[in-house]
């Protein structure tokens, strides 16, 4: 038999490795399989809402549920799963260049930052375009950049950027702004070093070697042509639902994982958590993330305590004449 | 021994790891912060032609992004 354990946590952020942490106190043999190490929560700069913290790197905060779920025994992993295949209640799980087999799935996979979408995008990626502000932001001191997004996660980036940056141009689609009042209100203070352009959006990305301006939908003071030094885009993000779907797992109108309340799939011994999940809606947090993972885990040990031994018994027929 | 050094920003998650992982193998480096060290900052973006951080130049090998598979390789780590 391949490497085997009782529930393998395909991710490692907020949902997996709180996850990780009750699966590992409920005794089972537990494999958490990276990928992105502390995924959206470690990029997310400075974090004021976690309960029991007033203000905590998200990185850092991802660092001590890592080390807490260590401390259980918890083994993990930093490798990009590539495929899934179950036979009866055992899974076969391909990352990197091993195979391991588990008794239950827990997909904390997260989703993928969405791009823009135009030409030259890819091309002008780290040369002014950018995806993640608390690493790049930084880099544009004294310099003018553009953020693109309406929502809380582009008004923190402007308020780090802020710290750094001349001026900021906040691109938003829609009408207004949806952020938190306290994020908001600090982007308020920033005055003029920020301008907020409504019901606007970015049509061309110029530039050859590097970003040289913006082709927006509306007019900036009288010229379709916005002159910046970065982009930042942060306009949320795609569930990575793949892998689960390979698995035969339901989505959601919304191509999210669908999920019962105690996050479990329509697939047996299957269980997902945290942004994979539109469980809470929009209202997507480290706090809902966490919480997601500790249910999907106790609905993973209730699975294990009725299943835990069939894993052999389904995929490897075989093995139970030895029993007999 | 090799000659590294990093190009960082305070807040970049890429650039903590990183450095976890240089302080996993016992990697000696050089840290420049590019968000308070302009001239850094040119070099950096001298070296590798975008502006994207980390920067990691290993004995002249530039690499950008946190490619823990390039860095052993480069490093001789064994995995």
């Given at each position: ?194 301008e907020?352009l ?21 007019p900036y003071k009288g010229s379709s042509e916005l ?98 | ?79």
């Amino acid at each position: 038999m391949e490497d085997l354990h009782d529930l393998v946590i395909i991710g490692s952020g907020a949902a997996g490795l709180a996850a990780g942490i009750y699966a590992g106190r409920y005794g089972m043999g537990v494999l958490i399989i990276g990928g992105e190490f502390g995924g959206e929560t470690a990029k997310a700069g400075n974090i004021e809402n976690y309960p029991g913290f007033a203000s905590v790197d998200g990185y850092e905060l991802m660092d001590a549920m890592k080390k807490q779920s260590e401390a259980l025994g918890i083994r993990m992993i930093d490798a990009k799963v590539t495929a899934i295949s179950r036979e009866g209640h055992c899974f076969t799980i391909e990352a990197g260049d091993k195979t391991y087999e588990a008794n239950a799935i827990l997909f904390a996979i997260g989703a993928e930052r969405r791009r823009l979408g135009l030409s030259n995008e890819n091309e002008l990626t780290g040369k002014g375009v950018h995806y993640c502000v608390t690493c790049d932001g930084p880099v544009y001191g004294g310099k003018t950049i553009a953020m693109v997004g309406g929502g809380d996660a582009s008004v923190k980036g402007v308020n780090l950027a802020a710290e750094y940056v001349q001026k900021i141009f906040l691109i938003v689609r829609g009408k207004e702004v949806i952020a938190e009042p306290i994020n908001f209100e600090r982007m308020k203070k920033l005055g003029d070093k920020v301008e907020v352009l409504l019901e606007t959006s970015v049509k061309e990305i110029v530039g050859t070697q590097k970003l040289e301006k913006l082709i927006l939908s509306k007019p900036y003071k009288g010229s379709s042509e916005l002159v910046v030094d970065g982009l930042f885009v942060e306009i949320g993000a795609q569930p990575n639902v793949e892998l689960a779907k390979s698995l035969g797992v339901e989505l959601d109108e919304s191509g999210y994982v669908k999920v019962d309340t105690m996050m479990r799939t329509n697939v047996d011994g299957v269980f997902a958590a945290g942004d994979v999940t539109n469980h809470f809606g929009r209202f997507k947090q480290d706090i809902t993330a966490a919480a997601q993972g500790a249910v999907a885990a106790t609905s993973a040990y209730e699975d294990h305590k009725v299943h835990g031994d069939l894993c052999v018994l389904h995929a490897r027929p075989e093995s139970v004449s030895l029993h007999v | 021994m090799r000659n590294v050094t990093i190009y960082t920003t305070p807040t970049c998650v890429y650039c903590k790891r990183t450095k976890a992982f240089f302080g996993e193998h016992n990697v000696h480096y050089q840290e420049k912060d590019v968000a308070s060290d302009s001239a850094a900052r040119e070099e950096m973006i001298k070296k590798s032609e975008q502006m994207g951080v980390p920067v990691i130049d290993i004995d002249g090998t530039i690499i950008v992004g946190f490619d823990q598979p390039r860095l052993a390789e480069l490093l001789d780590i064994k995995a």
